[in-house]
């Protein structure tokens, strides 16, 4: 019977969905393929086994190995789980037989319940005979705690949406009724978090998820996040949104916070916005910067603008406008480069609220 080549899958830490926050995560995969009706290891199967061992033999850390065996739909229900079963221990003891500790080794029998492939053709049925190996390494995991809270009033925000992103991982969470967040976190990841909610502006803030919490006291850092009242008149700045000096481009680092001022939008239908653009030019009087810096303001304001509308925002619930460098955060000529990239901003002003 033909059967299809060995195939091992390298993932690079990409997760799928069902591990996201969980304690360990697949960094390889590896299908191997069985005869209709067995679970003998054939000899392609074999050479998948011996590579994906060869791999682990280099790699550093926790490991456990999932093993998920299927079968195809010919048959009786009960015996294909069976089937399956039998494959999985196959494929188990093939492992332990090539220098792996049972203790590693993990298996599910799934049966004919989850195909890959169509049941109604031989080469479909042949894909769904199958055992899949997951690589998984073990994450030592920590809890983050923060609070969502009004600067006005102090007070906590409830059901306030929070999301936070990793150099692998993204998830969001909801806060209770006192505005509390809490998160399982690989211990001591870098971990950008997001708060927005109805009624308020948003807010970011990047720290590491320690895994003793008074390090947050010891390096002076705060998990909580504080949402600005959206109301008429008030206004905010798109944090993380630099742009080249003298262009209306976004450094590439910036490119992720526009998805914010939109998902701002969605959740605000009710608000009427302008959108300000600014430019660092420190030292010279309003009236005479040139037309060109004059315009830089407003095409920075618009490259956001146009983004929106992109995605779904109508035109009639926002404006857009230059002020050159009549606003600046650090007017002084001694700034600094970080703060003259502070200078050169968008800002979001809420006109109406309907």
């Known amino acids: 019977m033909k059967h299809l080549l060995p195939v091992l899958v390298l993932l690079s830490g990409t997760l799928s969905a069902q591990s996201l926050f969980d304690s360990a995560y697949t960094v390889q995969q590896a299908p191997v393929y069985f005869d209709f009706g067995k679970s003998d290891i054939t000899p392609q199967a074999g050479e998948t086994l011996d590579a994906l061992v060869t791999a682990l033999r280099t790699t550093a850390g926790g490991l456990r190995i999932q093993i998920t065996a299927h079968t195809d739909s010919i048959g009786n229900s009960e015996n294909n789980l069976r089937l399956?079963?039998?494959?999985?221990?196959?494929?188990?003891?093939?492992?332990?037989?090539?220098?792996?500790?049972?203790?590693?080794?993990?298996?599910?029998?799934?049966?004919?319940?989850?195909?890959?492939?169509?049941?109604?053709?031989?080469?479909?049925?042949?894909?769904?005979?199958?055992?899949?190996?997951?690589?998984?390494?073990?994450?030592?995991?920590?809890?983050?705690?923060?609070?969502?809270?009004?600067?006005d009033t102090k007070e906590g925000i409830p059901n306030a949406l929070v999301m936070f992103r990793t150099q692998s991982r993204a998830d969001s969470t909801r806060t209770d009724t006192t505005g509390t967040y809490r998160v399982r976190l690989p211990k001591d990841s870098v971990v950008k978090v997001e708060a927005l909610a109805p009624d308020y502006f948003f807010q970011t803030i990047t720290l590491r998820a320690f895994g003793d919490p008074e390090l947050?006291?010891?390096?002076?850092?705060?998990?909580?996040?504080?949402?600005?009242?959206?109301?008429?008149?008030?206004?905010?700045?798109?944090?993380?949104?630099?742009?080249?000096?003298?262009?209306?481009?976004?450094?590439?680092?910036?490119?992720?916070?526009?998805?914010?001022?939109?998902?701002?939008?969605?959740?605000?239908?009710?608000?009427?916005?302008?959108?300000?653009?600014?430019?660092?030019?420190?030292?010279?009087?309003?009236?005479?910067?040139?037309?060109?810096?004059?315009?830089?303001?407003i095409n920075r304001a618009k490259m956001v603008y146009e983004y929106l509308i992109k995605n779904g925002v109508s035109e009639a619930r926002m404006q857009y406008k230059g002020y050159g460098n009549t606003e600046m955060l650090f007017p002084n000529l001694g700034a600094t480069e970080a703060e003259q990239q502070q200078n050169r901003r968008v800002e979001i002003r809420v006109l109406k609220k309907n």
């Open 84 to 151: 399956s079963r039998r494959r999985a221990e196959a494929v188990r003891d093939a492992l332990r037989s090539r220098g792996l500790s049972e203790a590693q080794i993990f298996i599910r029998a799934a049966g004919e319940r989850e195909p890959l492939a169509d049941n109604s053709t031989e080469e479909g049925r042949q894909q769904n005979r199958r055992a899949t190996l997951e690589v998984q390494v073990e994450v030592p995991m920590t809890t983050l705690e923060g609070v969502v809270r009004n600067p």
């Open 216 to 297: 947050y006291k010891k390096y002076n850092l705060s998990t909580d996040l504080e949402l600005p009242p959206a109301v008429e008149g008030g206004k905010a700045v798109v944090r993380d949104l630099f742009f080249v000096g003298n262009q209306a481009i976004l450094l590439p680092m910036s490119e992720p916070s526009l998805p914010k001022v939109l998902r701002f939008m969605q959740m605000n239908p009710d608000i009427n916005i302008e959108i300000a653009g600014h430019i660092n030019h420190p030292g010279l009087a309003p009236e005479k910067l040139n037309n060109w810096e004059w315009d830089l303001s």
